[in-house]
Structure formats: structure tokens, C-alpha cells
């Protein structure tokens, strides 16, 4: 087997995230911010090196980037050796996101929750800014609302891409936790990360901004997307959220934020609109 892996910039890291899903095989692919290499790394498994030349030249046809692929053969039982490399167990608060492999024998303090990460899927890891910033939210909402009272709340996760946001939300106790997204093989990739965390309870449907919301008003929101989308579709985002709820935003890049604030903050009475910054990326959370 042969492991191809590019380092991009986090622009085209960025445009890369929506792109891989129009490749023939997203699962081949993870993208994931190397915190340790402080950079954005590319990487897919392929059987041959052709199949990874011809493979990346597929990806980076859609989306033109500047890095330079590096190809280097692995065994084939050792294939995903090559990720535990990069992806360590990460926590905030009491949820954790955890390789697969090491289930059974990771240590988690009583009253946690794991999410389980599969690398051999695509967006397995969780790690990226964005998510972060969302799940941070999501615990913040928790703490907010009261641990015992989130299991009557409604959340819908638009965009979910892998649906580890509404896997996560589930793991907090979030009640009635669905996701869409405009994507089928998104979706299909979602529908492989609950069942890997046993939670078929959690549904994972195909829509988009304006078909999505089926089930409104919610009392959680989750929007990771893009700022662009994010505004474009303000108007069809904002209404879906029950009066006492919470919309998260997130997606966005710092220099963003006020745009995507200003954008949504004339659209209801906001009880509050908060930002808050991880680096370079940014989310904006509303009250209603």
C-alpha cells in the first residue's frame, strides 16, 4: 500500500474540506490541522502509487493547491500505523475523541464520554479549529442550560459533513440530535461514524440550507460551514431557532467574524452575540 501526503496551506486547506467530497472515494482521504507540525496536512491510502498519483491529481484538479504530494510505501497491515502517528486522544471538558484502536484501553475519568475516531474515514479525527470552537460551545450551552435538563432539548447539526458534532452533542446528553447535509457521500461517512459510536438514534439525512431544517424550531443550531455560506443563507437560519435557544456558528475564518455577526445580529432579538477566536478561526454564538 502507498501513502501519499501533501501539506497545504490553511486557504487551501479550507476549499480542500468541501472538495474531497467530490473525488470517487472521499474515505481514502483524512484532512486534519497537524497542531504538533503546526500546519494542514492531506494524507490518503492508496494500493498502488499510481492509484495515489492519479488520486491526488483527481483532488487537486477540483481544488488547485501549491503543496507538494510525497508518496512512500507502507505495508499493508501496518497502513494505519502511518495515522497513529498524528492522532492522539483530545478532550474538552468531560468528552473526549479517541482513536478507535484504542478502545477498550483508554483511560477516562467517571462521567466522561468518547466519541471514537475511525482515520480510515474522511474528516476522522475532529481536531480542526472549527470543531473545536463548536464543541466548546456546545459545552458552554450544557453548563448553561443544566447537564439534567438537555436530554428534552432539539439540536440539528447543518452541514454535519462526518457528524461528529451531532455524535458529540449526543455523547453530552443532547436529546432529540439530528444531522444533514447537502452532500450524500457526507452523509453516507456520517451514518459509518454513528454506528461506529453505536448511535443509530442519531440520523443523518441529505439537504441543504433551505430543505434541511425539517423538523424546526430547535433549541441548538450547529452551523460549521463556510462565512460566505453562512451569510448567504442567514435568513434561512436564523428563523429555525426556538425562542431560548442557541445558534453556534462556526466555519469562520477571524477576520470574518464581524461580517457573519452583522449579518445575523438584525434578524431576531438577540438576547446576546458572543465571539470567541481559536487562532485564526473564529465562532459566533446567538441567544435567542
Same mark, same amino acid.
Given at each position: ?97 479517541? %482513536? ?8 477516562? %475519568? ?92 442519531? %440520523? ?34 436564523? %428563523? ?21 455577526k452583522a449579518a445575523f445580529e438584525p434578524l431576531r ?20
Open positions: 500500500m502507498y501513502e501519499i501526503t501533501i501539506f497545504v496551506s490553511k486557504e487551501e486547506f479550507e476549499i480542500l474540506e468541501e472538495a474531497v467530497f467530490e473525488v470517487e472515494d472521499a474515505t481514502r482521504w483524512n484532512l486534519f490541522e497537524d497542531f504538533e507540525a503546526k500546519g494542514y496536512r492531506v494524507q490518503g491510502i492508496y494500493e498502488s502509487e499510481e492509484e495515489a498519483r492519479d488520486a491526488w491529481a483527481e483532488l487537486s484538479g477540483i481544488a488547485e493547491v501549491s503543496g507538494e504530494a510525497k508518496i512512500r510505501q507502507i505495508q499493508d497491515s501496518d497502513w494505519k500505523d502511518s495515522y497513529k502517528e498524528h492522532f492522539k486522544p483530545w478532550s474538552i471538558g468531560p468528552l473526549h475523541w479517541v %482513536p478507535v484502536w484504542l478502545k477498550g484501553e483508554y483511560d477516562m %475519568p467517571e462521567g466522561h464520554e468518547a466519541v471514537w475516531l475511525d482515520p480510515g474515514m474522511a474528516f476522522g479525527t475532529g481536531n480542526h479549529g472549527t470543531t473545536r470552537l463548536c464543541v466548546e460551545r456546545l459545552i458552554e450551552a450544557r453548563e448553561r442550560i443544566g447537564a439534567d435538563q438537555v436530554s428534552g432539548l432539539k439540536v440539528v447539526d447543518a452541514g454535519c459533513g462526518s457528524g461528529i458534532l451531532a455524535i458529540s452533542a449526543k455523547r453530552l446528553g443532547f436529546g432529540e440530535v439530528t444531522g444533514f447535509d447537502n452532500d450524500p457521500d457526507a452523509v453516507r461517512i456520517a451514518v459509518e461514524n454513528g454506528e461506529l459510536n453505536q448511535t443509530p438514534e442519531v %440520523p443523518f439525512t441529505v439537504g441543504d440550507l433551505e430543505s434541511g431544517f425539517a423538523d424546526q424550531p430547535y433549541d441548538l443550531v450547529l452551523a460549521n460551514i463556510l462565512a460566505v455560506v453562512l451569510i448567504e443563507f442567514c435568513e434561512q437560519i436564523a %428563523p429555525v431557532v426556538a425562542d431560548g435557544g442557541t445558534l453556534i456558528l462556526s466555519g469562520i475564518l477571524t477576520h470574518e467574524a464581524e461580517k457573519v432579538d438577540w438576547k446576546d452575540i458572543q465571539i470567541h477566536e481559536l487562532g485564526e478561526w473564529s465562532s459566533v454564538t446567538l441567544l435567542a
